[in-house]
């Protein structure tokens, strides 16, 4: 597919303004996203996952060229041939997470996560926590720093790092992992369906207050979370021939 109208958002490192500024010389970029018909990102990971909350409603695909450390959601750095690669992209579509948060004071507040939402304890105490799966109790009381449910695409993110399971792409599995759990202190997770909603309930929230993270939207003090995936959404990300996220994923899991 060749796309005529293209935005190019940079971050503002230095390599990645360097790189907007010689690409601006050979292509001509449309000045508002909203006239776009493909977005291309010049950043890192972080930066990627802002434009891809600021801009989702658009409905027109990401490109990303890597200009930060890890670059999982980004493609190789390049100078050249920026419509030549855009003609022969592969097409990943992501579905995010959508997040209710009640609040102890009565609020709901909503937000979405394209790697995953969070709960985490906000006091020098653990959490007590009740996990439901589609209204059935699983952990009557989880006693931890904190939980979190990941996308397939989060699932190598923070999810990760708390030795939660890598998750393939195309797998149609969500990861439910406990941080630093303490009791049961064999639990080490679950993988649900995608379809699959989740109920996260605070126990006891004024000794053991708890905040719930959706990527980067916090909800301080909540009572209780549910978190299912948003079907009728779709991110596309648009990665080069053999270097598709899929792959990195699937690869990700022979890492030494």
Known sequence: MEYKAIACIADDSEKATGLYNLLAQKYKFVSDPKDADIIVVLGGDGFMLHCLHEYMNLDIPFYGINCGTVGFLMNEYHQNDLKARLVRVKTEVIKPLHMIARTKDGMEEHALAVNEVSLLRSSSQ?????????????????????????????????????????????????????ISPFRPRRWKGALLSHKAVVKIEVLNPEKRPVNAVADFTEAKNVISVEIREESERGIKLLFDQGHSLEERIISEQFMP
């Open 126 to 178: 653990a959490a007590n926590l009740r996990i439901s799966i589609d209204d059935l109790v699983r952990i009557e009381e989880l006693t931890c720093d904190g939980v979190l449910v990941a996308t397939p695409a989060g699932s190598t993110a923070y999810n990760l790092s708390v030795h939660g399971p890598i998750v393939p792409l195309g797998a149609g599995i969500l990861a439910l992992t406990p």
